[in-house]
């Protein structure tokens, strides 16, 4: 299996709503990324997992709260977010150090 | 922080054209990748460099490093429909950022039938 599965494909959600974006893969990766991107822009990094544990954060806002669950998944918890936060989100995994990063198809998030 | 820096940012050919993107980082890179998105579609790796002046090829795509490895360079031979798509490189920080995979602004590729 050579694939990063997201779910859902499509979210609509309200200002005052809170929903989980989840993420899989059963690669072995021991790496897994949460990326933000916005039209016609590069993927953005917004948090990294290292043997489940986080390691990065990019000063993402707190209304964004990641979780990894085990070394094959990893969610991305969603409260009160704000109509800029509409994006593709994007889920990725790799081994741990300099390696390609295989990325899933994304959820496209609209905030209304 | 570390920046990579791509050009052009747009490119519009008619098929059949090569195509050539490049990449530039303010710091030494320990390794660049390339990835392609499709419309509509998310990143996909190509491949990843790693030794100085490392020229690799996939079928009519040429990839190289320069010898500084500080910039890098993408082409396409004879350029095909299939092709359109976002080109974008990307490089690792360094240190205790060096999962933190920075992308540049990619090339967006359009291909004239």
């Known amino acids: 299996d050579t694939e990063v599965t997201q779910t859902p494909k499509h979210l609509v959600m309200g200002m005052t709503n809170k929903k989980s974006l989840k993420c899989e893969q059963h690669m072995g990766h021991r790496a897994m990324y949460w990326y933000k991107q916005k039209a016609k822009k590069p993927p953005e990094l917004m948090f990294v997992?290292?043997?489940?544990?986080?390691?990065i954060n990019e000063s993402v806002p707190s209304r964004f709260s990641p979780e990894c669950p085990n070394s094959s998944l990893l969610n991305l918890h969603l409260h009160a977010l704000q109509p800029e936060d509409s994006a593709l989100y994007l889920c990725?995994?790799?081994?741990?150090?300099?390696?390609?990063?295989?990325f899933g198809s994304g959820t496209r998030l609209t905030v209304v | 922080g570390q920046q990579v820096m791509q050009i052009p940012q747009y490119q519009h050919v008619q098929e059949g054209e090569d195509f050539t993107t490049y990449c530039n980082s303010s710091t030494t890179l320990s390794n660049i990748q390339w990835y392609k998105q499709r419309p509509g579609g998310h990143p996909v790796f190509l491949i990843q460099l790693v030794k100085s002046g490392e020229v690799k090829k996939q079928k009519r795509l040429t990839f190289q490093f320069g010898e500084a490895k500080k910039n890098s360079s993408l082409h396409i031979t004879a350029t095909q429909t299939t092709d359109v798509g976002t080109y974008f490189c990307?490089?690792?920080?360094?240190?205790?950022?060096?999962?933190?995979?920075?992308f540049g602004k990619g090339t967006k590729l359009s291909v004239i039938p």
């Open positions: 997992y290292s043997y489940e544990k986080l390691s």
């Open positions: 990725a995994s790799s081994h741990p150090g300099d390696y390609g990063y295989t």
């Open positions: 990307a490089g690792p920080g360094s240190g205790a950022g060096s999962y933190q995979l920075t």
